[in-house]
């Protein structure tokens, strides 16, 4: 019975104890970046996600985030991945560079298109903000799910909340560990 308990606390662990609640990610001025391998996830569906780990899908508003992106963050994926950005409004698809806005709310300042990019490539609505291998890390707006390997989430660090009901359980499990080699050796 204490074998398997201590198996069980074991895995649990080191599948609770290995990974964060925000992922773990590398950190770039305030704030920590990860990637989420996900094949052919929809931007609605990433951008959720993103959020409910904390986060939200990357907003890269300077060359600096740009670079720190895909030499640091992308480096060794390949693939596209999604960012944090939706066209609002591109009536008749005749404007594909306009109306562009992050996730965030901050101003579209920088962008780092692709040189044949913004382009609602084959006359399709392609209102979403994608980072793609190919394309040497430029961005690229995409409408289909063809070349999503996954997305890149941004957390804020200024206002990270603590996980403590994490924290308080593998507390517990550790004094329960304890208490129960306590039990084991005879000692009280």
Do not use: C
Not at 38 to 45: K, V
Not at 78 to 102: C, V
Not at 117 to 143: M, V
């Amino acid at each position: 019975m204490f074998k398997s308990f201590k198996v069980l606390s074991l895995l649990t662990m080191l599948v609770f104890g290995a990974s964060t609640a925000y992922g773990s990610g590398l950190t770039f001025g305030d704030s920590e970046y990860w990637v989420v391998s996900g094949n052919r996830i929809s931007w609605n569906d990433a951008k959720s996600a993103a959020e409910a780990q904390g986060g939200h899908l990357a907003a890269v508003t300077s060359v600096e985030e740009q670079r720190f992106i895909q030499d640091s963050l992308l480096s060794g994926h390949r693939g596209e991945f999604w960012l944090g950005a939706f066209q609002s409004e591109d009536p008749g698809l005749s404007a594909p560079k306009d109306n562009w806005n992050w996730v965030t709310g901050e101003s579209w300042d920088y962008s780092n298109w692709y040189r044949t990019e913004a382009n609602n490539a084959g006359n399709r609505d392609e209102k979403y903000l994608g980072i793609w291998s190919k394309q040497g890390w430029h961005w690229n707006d995409e409408g289909h799910l063809g070349n999503i390997k996954g997305y890149v989430v941004e957390k804020s660090l200024n206002n990270a909340p603590t996980p403590v009901p994490a924290a308080i359980w593998l507390l517990g499990a550790g004094l329960a560990g304890v208490f129960g080699l306590r039990k084991k050796y005879g000692r009280s």
